[in-house]
């Protein structure tokens, strides 16, 4: 099954794959790398889910945001590579960034709504190393920034 028609059997809706904001790329491919800059957490309706993780947000609600960031990097992989994700060979990393209070320690498990998504549509090759850390702010106001790298055919 092609990761499209996994898209598709999930029943997964993707963002719009959004120009950066200020003086960075969206996405850059070195070699057989394409790294994904960091995707801000972004809901259905393309307002931003906005908050603290351990104050305004419970976990379930801060894995939902990571989830929509996985999302919008599914948007831009897709977008690299001119509508083909069939140039996708694995995933290699994630960052993800969780806005939290001081006492926030769950960090791991909000990330895992980006690690669960993108195991999801590419399945073993999907499997990637990652990093889940706190931050005491995030741009925008925003709960959850999630950044990838993948590795291309």
């Excluded at 993707?14 to 950066?20: I, Y």
């Excluded at 960075?24 to 957490?41: D, E, H, N, R």
Aim: proline share 3%.
């Amino acid at each position: 099954m092609s990761y499209d028609d996994k898209i598709k059997e999930l029943n997964i809706k993707l963002p719009e794959a959004k120009p950066p904001v200020g003086n960075y790329v969206a996405t850059k491919i070195s070699g057989k790398m394409l790294f994904i800059s960091g995707q801000i957490s972004i809901d259905e309706n393309g307002q931003l889910i906005k908050g603290k993780v351990g104050k305004d947000l419970n976990t379930e609600a801060g894995y939902s945001a990571a989830k929509r960031c996985a999302l919008s990097i599914i948007a831009q992989v897709k977008k690299a590579c001119d509508d083909d994700l069939s140039k996708i060979k694995s995933c290699i990393k994630l960052t993800g960034f969780v806005n939290s209070t001081d006492d926030f320690n769950d960090q791991p498990k909000v990330i895992n709504g980006a690690s669960d998504l993108i195991a999801s549509i590419f399945g073993d090759a999907g499997m990637h190393t990652r990093a889940a850390v706190s931050t005491n702010s995030l741009p925008l106001g925003v709960a959850v920034e999630v950044d990838a790298i993948f590795e291309l055919k």
